[in-house]
């Protein structure tokens, strides 16, 4: 089994490769070869089973002409393409934004439907950014996407593109709407959805945190970890189920910031709490109200697809996997 | 007042070009200039005001690069983008069909963007093609789109670009789904679809027609009438109204075949429906079964955009439009 993670350099990527290179195999399958793609060199995930070969670091850029072909005559069995700008980038160049997160899918694809005998498995990481609102207070796996942002236009199109190419046998493609990842590891982050990660991961380390939204605020939320597992169930799903609606909201936790803080203070205590400081900021107040707050993923769930339950899960989560397991 | 029509030899572009050629205006602005672009030479409306000017012709491909700035350096102050090819071809080509239908939106779309200081009204022809079953007993406004044809495919991808670009200022654009038009006019049609117009067109002149799927089958309809209508109110609304979503399933009317027979003979007698033979085929039924049956459009409707809300009317619009007004 080769897969190949393009965008592998990004959050989830570095995840994922850390999974598959500590497993070993995807699913069922031994891991034969990896192949690491990004735009800045990926990091040789640090943990290896004996014997495992080392993975293979590609820098490319998917949004150059012949990239793609590159990266494709190499005949990886599963293709996880995370490569994308971010939401804020992408509105704030618009010509960049599409070029990558546009171009750059549609030439992976083009360069997919041009290899002959070859449908590898491909894993696109879509978002919930292809929903706007007004919203229905759930919204359903049949409610229309209407992106407010470029960046949910361009991940919205992908989706189409990822959709009509299984359907015509060029790939066999799975989308993934990802949740708001929380909490994201290192350091703050300045999007608009960084405090949702801030106010706990700093808190848990002893470090103020700005809150700039009231705790009645409501969002979508699964661990990095939950990610990574999305992405595995995708990688070895049996995909006939999907039909054609290849794309999938994912599971995830619907929780207000109170519920946030409610959790870090089961886990850390009021001292964590107190490290919260609110600062209200009605820009950043404004941009979240037109962000999904709760989904009804059922779809996803019925194929197996799993995220956290209850937000101090989350937590614990962060302290398993970045804090070494306790505070 | 400049009118761009591009796609104007196609049926909805010549019919639009007439009547605003009839009428002399849009809306309430006297018609200054009328443009009328195609890959073949569209003909000259045949009707003109005393005085009025004549259209002027364009021959050009807009999936050209240079094609659209050539276009736009016209500034029109609204252009119709009709131009598209059909379903079956876009299925049996798919790169044909990327390039016309996808690569020439965007590249009209892009040379807007570019365009300094204008901002013209866009009305885009997007289809019912962007749905794809199954579907519930009617569609919403709200439903998704899941196209199961690459020319649904691209056509939803217009619609999200338009929306991006409108959000953005680029230009003002109103995407509209159109019915199936009902009764086409011309020679019989081999699509899929075209027995819906062959039953009815052919035995109003005396000729037979040949039905390939029972008469229960139910689908969406407006007239050619109608559909020039959808674009003059797309052309002249307010489009604040729409606010980010910027494409609507028009109004059409939901007939079945047996529906649509029983037309017939209130307008045309027995004789006419007598020369209906009966040839089931499996192939045909099979693609019909996929097609949507039944929308509630109370979006559109709600902004004033018409269509027959029986069949004997679009029968009568058929014998008034191409008939010379009697049988």
Known sequence: MHVMIIGAAGMIGRKLAERLARDGALGDSPLGRMTLVDVVAPTQPPTQPPGAPEAEIRTAD????????TLVDLRPDVIFHLAAIVSGEAEADFEKGYRINLDGTRWLFEALRRAEGYTPR????????VFGAPFPAQIGDEFFQTPLTSYGT??????LLLADCSRRGFFDGVGLRFPTICIRPGAPNK???????????????????????????????????????????????????????RSLTLP????????QIAALREVAGNKAVRLIRRAPDPVIDAIVAGWPRDFDARRAESLGFRAETDF????????????????
Chains 1, 2 share one sequence.
């Open 62 to 69: 998917l949004s150059q002409p012949g990239t793609a072909e």
């Open 122 to 129: 491909v894993i696109f990481a879509s978002s919930i950014a």
């Open 154 to 159: 361009q991940k919205a199109i992908g989706e």
């Open 191 to 245: 999007a608009a959805s960084g405090f949702f990660s801030n106010i706990l991961r700093e808190p848990l380390v002893g470090q103020e945190a700005v809150l700039p939204v009231s705790e009645e605020v409501r969002h979508w939320f699964a661990s990095p970890r939950a990610a990574v597992g999305f992405c595995l169930r995708a990688a070895t799903m049996d995909t006939a189920v999907l039909g054609t609606r």
């Open 252 to 259: 995830g936790l619907s929780a207000t910031v109170g519920e």
């Open 312 to 327: 101090a899960q989350i937590i614990r989560v962060h302290i398993e996997d970045e804090l070494g397991g306790s505070l």
